[in-house]
Each structure stands twice: as structure tokens, then as C-alpha cells.
């Protein structure tokens, strides 16, 4: 068990929005993610920690897109993205939660989470969502730089492909953070 002290702790849930939790994903689906994440929401919420939700959303004309040179760019659909494609999952966000919106694979950069987590306090994060090497690697890694303690919950992420998610809970997260299971997480007043 990992005991974590509700006052300086927050819950970060990554990019579990409409366009993305129904994509493919490994070793756990979208669904089996999103429901670890609503568990762990609850569990926060009811200890009076925050609970941050963060999607990805570009402008109509994606002028405010990553746009740099890469072998690999990002994949616009033509005509963009499904109406509701940035949504938050039906059935995750209360009034309660923060929602922070990035541009960009991190919640940090370009975003006033930092701002939040200090002001309120916050020296503890705990992170889940999709995608592990993408978004919440990224966040991770920015919350490890900032100073922040870090747990990453396995089984509330998932990747592209298992064996990316795996080398990133084996031999990357145990750098940055304490790596935990949703039911070894809990809050201490």
C-alpha cells in the first residue's frame, strides 16, 4: 500500500477524453483505464484532494500545433477531428476537478498546471492515462523536473503496444517515480 498525504497530493488524469479512450490501446483497453481513473477520482475527491483532468484540443485551424520538424508529424484528419474528439470521457469529470488543456504531448508546458499544484500546495503527483509513452511519460518527466514527487499508477495507463508500455513501467518510470497498482494507492488525512 501506498499511503500518500491527501493535503499535498493531486491526481492528474491524462488525455482519458472521447477521441482517444476508444482507440486501440495495450496491455489494458481505453474503457479499463477510463474506469481505474474514475476509481482513483473517487478515492481523491472523497479524501479532499484535487483531481486534474487534462485533454489535448487544437485550435479549428491547428495553428496552435506542434509544428516542428519531425519524421513522423502529427496525423490531422482532413476536415480535423470529430466533433467531441477533446471531450472529457462521459462520466469522469465532476465540478470539483481542475481541467488543464494542453497543445502539446505534456500537461506542463504552455499550460497553468504548475501554477495550480504550487498554489495549492501540491508536492505529491499521482498520474494515470493515455498514452503511457506519449502524454504521461511526458508529464511525468516534467513533474519529476519541477520538483514533484511522482506515482505513476500501471494499470491506470496504457500505450500504442504493450512492450512500450512495459519498457516504460520497467525501465524509465522506477527513475521519475514510485510505480503503484489503482487498489495500492490510498489517501491519508
Known amino acids: ?24 490501446t495495450e496491455p489494458y483497453s481505453g474503457s479499463d483505464v477510463l474506469a481505474r481513473g474514475q476509481l482513483l477520482a473517487r478515492r ?6 484535487p483531481v486534474i483532468l487534462v485533454n489535448v484540443a487544437f485550435s479549428p485551424d491547428f495553428g496552435d500545433a506542434p509544428k516542428g520538424a519531425v519524421d513522423q508529424p502529427m496525423k490531422i484528419p482532413p476536415g480535423g477531428f ?20 494542453k497543445r502539446q504531448w505534456g500537461a506542463f ?3 497553468e498546471l504548475d501554477l495550480q499544484l504550487r498554489r495549492r500546495g501540491i508536492t505529491t503527483v499521482v498520474i494515470g492515462g493515455i498514452a503511457t509513452n506519449i502524454g504521461v511519460e511526458s508529464t511525468a518527466r516534467a513533474a519529476h523536473e519541477h520538483g514533484y514527487a511522482v506515482v505513476l499508477v500501471e494499470d ?4 500504442r503496444a ?8 520497467e525501465r524509465i518510470f522506477p527513475l521519475l517515480a514510485r510505480v503503484a497498482k489503482a487498489d495500492e494507492v490510498s489517501l491519508q488525512s
Open 162 to 169: 504493450a512492450d512500450m508500455h512495459a519498457f516504460a513501467f
Open 109 to 111: 508546458y504552455g499550460t
Open 82 to 101: 470529430p466533433d467531441g474528439w477533446a471531450d472529457l470521457a462521459d462520466g469522469l469529470a465532476e465540478a470539483s476537478d481542475l481541467r488543464i488543456t
Open 156 to 159: 491506470a495507463c496504457a500505450g
Open 44 to 49: 481523491f475527491r472523497a479524501a479532499g484532494a
Open 1 to 24: 500500500m501506498l499511503a500518500l498525504p491527501a493535503r499535498t497530493t493531486a491526481l492528474i488524469l491524462i488525455d482519458l477524453q472521447k477521441g482517444i479512450v476508444g482507440t486501440p
